[in-house]
């Protein structure tokens, strides 16, 4: 008896030391894990840091997200909540029928339940027509593109509990029919390819996915092209494929939901169609200038390099908050553009979204052109120069409050962050509104 309590003992006491172990020694190797994951740096061990108390704030959630054997760990209770309980930890992340996977947002879309009424919509749609004519009026070309939703393309395998007993009119619905009426040019995706769901040789959205496959971004971009042609009546680079692979390995985004839920085993997906691209850009061919306004879907194009083959100067502002350029080594924040100058270097100017971020539409885009247009004064950028002046300015008068700083010192906390960063993001918000105010 006394043995067996002794081996229980030991192999307690091993279980216990052997993150500690594998933290410091990392005899085993780890996959990380996947999706929107941020490892907090190692706190800084100085006076300072340890009379004020920071360093031992910050080093429990280093240390948390740091200790060994903690990816299997997560992966194995993710596994068990997909497989036993039919639930997915990852944040906002739907499992449906046959284990078809969903993001919330999606789902919301389909059943209506974002709606934002027939004013905001008709407000948004009287924005877009008002830029639509200015920009043919500079010579310049308006394009608004919805990408499916996978709400829409999958609605049989969304769960019970997730409907709705009356569904509405969705965002979509509106948005699409106003356009229309009005005239503005406009590519909807969404129900192409639903029309395609039974008649694709491949298909048009992984069961893993969110977004649009690859097959199906492929399908897109050819017809982007030739409707942007036809519109502008130019020659673009030949954008084609002359062979697709088949995989029941899904590839890149054709498995990122299942990738964040982070499991121990793969869902079966079926196969996947990758078309092998080609483009032909002899002398003569138009590669025009763009600025694609959009949510996520867009990477698909841009972060693949189609967009940097196709187009010229190729900009990106990701939610209208964040832009993007192959020519630059970092992105940039929007509201440090000036959207004056930038809008007037394009040729094309494209809003880019999926229904499930229709109910945002167009981040603020529409507001921030028509307000720059009607007072181009200050559509001025601010230098980084002045900009880091003014950050200082304003940590120094919060600095003076002692309120202020233990508000602050709180938040930090709440975040897991180190107090001087909660100090600058909460500087950095001030300047932002005071710069839109």
Known sequence: MKTT??????????????????????????????????????????????FDGSFQENYDPYLEQTVGFRPTLIRINNQIAFSVFDTALANGVIIGKNNYLYENNYVKAYEGVDFVG?????????KAKIIQRKLEENGQHFLIVFAPGK??????YIPEKYRVKNRGIT??????????????????????????KDTSRYPLYSKTGIHWSLYGVALSVDSLVRYMEKMAGIDMVDFSWDGIEVSSDPRDTDNDIANGMNLLFPIKTGEMAYPNIRFNDPPGKTRPDVLVIGDSYYWNIMGSGIASRLFGDNNFW???????????REPKKVSDLNILDEIKKQQFVILLFTDANLYKFPCGFFNDVTDAWEHPEQSIAISPEV?????????????????????????????KISFEEMLRLDANWILEQNKSK
């Open 318 to 328: 990701f939610y209208n908050r964040e832009a993007h350029n192959p020519k630059w």
């Open 387 to 415: 900009k880091e002046k003014r950050i200082k300015e304003i940590i120094a008068d919060m600095r003076k409050s002692k309120e202020t700083v233990e508000m602050i010192r709180q938040k930090a906390i709440k975040k």
């Open 151 to 156: 709400g829409s393309y999958f609605p049989e």
């Open 171 to 196: 965002n979509y619905d509106c948005y699409a029919s106003r356009f229309l009426q009005e005239g503005i040019p406009f590519i909807d995706f969404n129900r192409w390819f639903i029309q395609m």
């Open 118 to 126: 027939y004013k905001e919509i008709n407000e948004q749609v009287a």
């Open 5 to 50: 309590r002794y081996i229980l003992f030991t192999v307690l006491m091993l279980l216990l030391i052997l993150p500690a172990v594998q933290r410091f020694a990392g005899f085993i190797r780890e996959s990380p894990l996947k999706g929107a994951i941020t490892l907090p740096e190692k706190p800084v061990l100085n006076s300072k840091s340890w």
